[in-house]
T-cell receptor, first 112, second 114 residues
Framework: KQEVTQIPAALSVPEGENLVLNCSFT??????LQWFRQDPGKGLTSLLL?????REQTSGRLNASLDKSSGRSTLYIAASQPGDSATYLC???????????FGKGTTLSVSS | ETGVTQSPTHLIKTRGQQVTLRCSSQ?????VSWYQQALGQGPQFIFQ???????GRGNFPPRFSGLQFPNYSSELNVNALELDDSALYLC?????????????FGPGTRLTVL
């Protein structure tokens, strides 16, 4: 059964710092991996979708990498800003391909 | 292009009551999935509808039921509400059945059961 883990659960950094969020999954046979952002009490905003055949995917200051063999993905945020403060979740499709399996997320706080 | 919308935004019910939550999928999307997110947890899959048919169900009891309409909007119904049903309910839409395509989420409905 696929399990997704995100460490750390919370992270605090000063503005301008580059940072990396981690996501690990137990079953390496994934189709793709999606990163989301969630503001408190709000819905999820899709940030990046990285296919299993890709190593990296970039959008602005965000870069997601995927290493299927080690069961890991990272989300790199460059030059962090207070507006980046949110919870970041990663998710992969389950084996049947019917649902996303989510980690619990990493809550990021960027101070000015 | 209209994104995923959900109604109502917030809802307060008492134990034993029934509730209906609504979701309008993003324009052009034919698949709707529902998730329950408890505080501090990742979303948990409830079920998915593809072209008006249920296409997968998570580990939720039968009192959680749903519908998808010809315009691909969807409803989530919960009967005999329990205190543990208090959560953020999220709807996601995508093009094509399953969870392999990029999922787009709505703003959620916050349900409080007293």
């Amino acid at each position: 059964k696929q399990e997704v883990t995100q460490i750390p659960a919370a992270l605090s950094v000063p503005e301008g710092e580059n940072l990396v969020l981690n996501c690990s999954f137990t079953d390496s046979a994934i189709y793709n991996l999606q990163w989301f952002r969630q503001d408190p009490g709000k819905g999820l905003t899709s940030l990046l979708l990285i296919q299993s055949s890709q190593r990296e995917q970039t959008s602005g200051r965000l870069n997601a990498s995927l290493d299927k063999s080690s069961g890991r993905s990272t989300l790199y945020i460059a030059a962090s800003q207070p507006g980046d403060s949110a919870t970041y979740l990663c998710a992969v499709p389950n084996q049947a391909g019917t649902a996303l399996i989510f980690g619990k997320g990493t809550t990021l706080s960027v101070s000015s | 292009e209209t994104g995923v919308t959900q109604s109502p935004t917030h809802l307060i019910k008492t134990r034993g009551q029934q509730v209906t939550l609504r979701c309008s999928s993003q324009s052009g999307h034919n698949t709707v999935s529902w998730y329950q997110q408890a505080l501090g947890q990742g979303p948990q899959f409830i079920f998915q509808y593809y072209r008006e048919e249920e296409n997968g169900r998570g580990n939720f009891p039968p009192r959680f039921s749903g519908l998808q309409f010809p315009n691909y909007s969807s409803e989530l119904n919960v009967n005999a509400l329990e205190l543990d049903d208090s959560a953020l309910y999220l709807c996601a839409s995508s093009l094509g059945q399953g969870a392999y395509n990029e999922q787009f989420f709505g703003p959620g409905t916050r349900l409080t059961v007293l």
